[in-house]
């Protein structure tokens, strides 16, 4: 982290999200609202849970957002794959069903977002994850000074 000339601490690395849905109109929707909500220096885009995960077992990201259901590996097994190996990335699931949600909780995501209200609800809702998940990773650097 350093300080910038606003006096605001920024990190040192680079700001990457990452989007996981087998439909390429809402991860266009997804990604619009995300540059939106958040200056990104990087956004991934990915129709499955399996390229999500390949990518992500080696790779940080500061934020996902994923789809429930996908084929092959689906939004609640990438984050149950995340949670298992203790990475603290948070996730925001976004689908049009109450089991969906159902089972974004079982499997450990910060935050559901319905796809009815996706464009009213996503940014709040990205904007709470990221920054609270920045403040986290300040409090070292601040014990410190």
């Known amino acids: 982290?350093?300080?910038?000339?606003?006096?605001?601490?920024?990190?040192?690395?680079?700001?990457?999200?990452v989007i996981v849905d087998d439909d390429d109109g809402i991860r266009t929707v997804l990604a619009a609202v995300a540059h939106q909500a958040w200056k990104w220096d990087q956004i991934d885009e990915y129709h499955s849970g399996?390229?999500?995960?390949?990518?992500?077992?080696?790779?940080?990201?500061?934020l996902v957002i994923t789809d429930c259901y996908m084929p092959g590996m689906n939004g609640p097994d990438l984050v149950r794959q995340l949670r298992a190996q203790h990475r603290p990335i948070p996730v925001i699931m976004v689908?049009?069903?109450?089991?969906?949600?159902?089972?974004?909780?079982?499997?450990?995501?910060?935050?559901?977002?319905?796809?009815?209200?996706?464009?009213r609800d996503l940014r709040p809702a990205i904007h709470a994850?990221?920054?609270?998940?920045?403040?986290?990773d300040l409090q070292p650097a601040l014990q410190l000074a």
Do not use: N
Request: some cysteine.
């Open 1 to 17: 982290m350093t300080l910038d000339p606003t006096g605001d601490f920024t990190p040192c690395r680079s700001r990457r999200l």
């Open 50 to 62: 399996q390229l999500a995960w390949d990518d992500l077992r080696t790779r940080e990201a500061d």
């Open 95 to 119: 689908s049009g069903s109450d089991e969906a949600r159902r089972l974004g909780a079982e499997a450990g995501v910060d935050r559901f977002v319905d796809k009815h209200s996706l464009i």
């Open 129 to 136: 994850l990221v920054q609270s998940a920045w403040q986290e």
